[in-house]
Nanobody
């Protein structure tokens, strides 16, 4: 399985951005798909995940502002980010796993990351 993240860029605080992650290979509907992010000098953190049945979970830092969605027919997962803050600046990664239904690491596959920069 290969994951290709896209949609990052430079935006102003308060604006919105939508990230996409396209998967190739494997059976997309059978994967747990999540988004992580890594800010400069910090560890990579979980921010949103979607289980195979469609249930979702969010980190407290993005709850109410970010929405994860998946389109199994298009082998894609999206992250709609609203009300962006400067602290959302990070490289965002999508990740997939098929070995369980939990959202906790480890994950089997990782995308290359897309940079989101939020200016204040």
């Amino acid at each position: 399985v290969q994951l290709q993240a896209s949609g990052g860029g430079l935006v102003q605080a308060g604006s919105s951005l939508r990230l996409s992650c396209a998967a190739s290979g494997g059976t997309f509907s059978s994967y747990v798909i999540s988004w992580f992010r890594q800010a400069p000098g910090k560890e990579r953190d979980f921010i949103a995940g979607s289980r195979q049945g469609g249930s979702t979970r969010y980190a407290d830092s993005v709850k109410g502002r970010f929405t994860i969605s998946r389109d199994n027919a298009k082998n894609s997962v999206y992250l709609q980010m609203n009300s962006l803050k400067s602290e959302d600046t990070a490289v965002y990664y999508c990740a997939a796993k098929y070995t369980s239904t939990t959202l906790s690491p480890p994950y089997n596959y990782w995308g290359q990351g897309t940079l989101v920069t939020v200016s204040s």
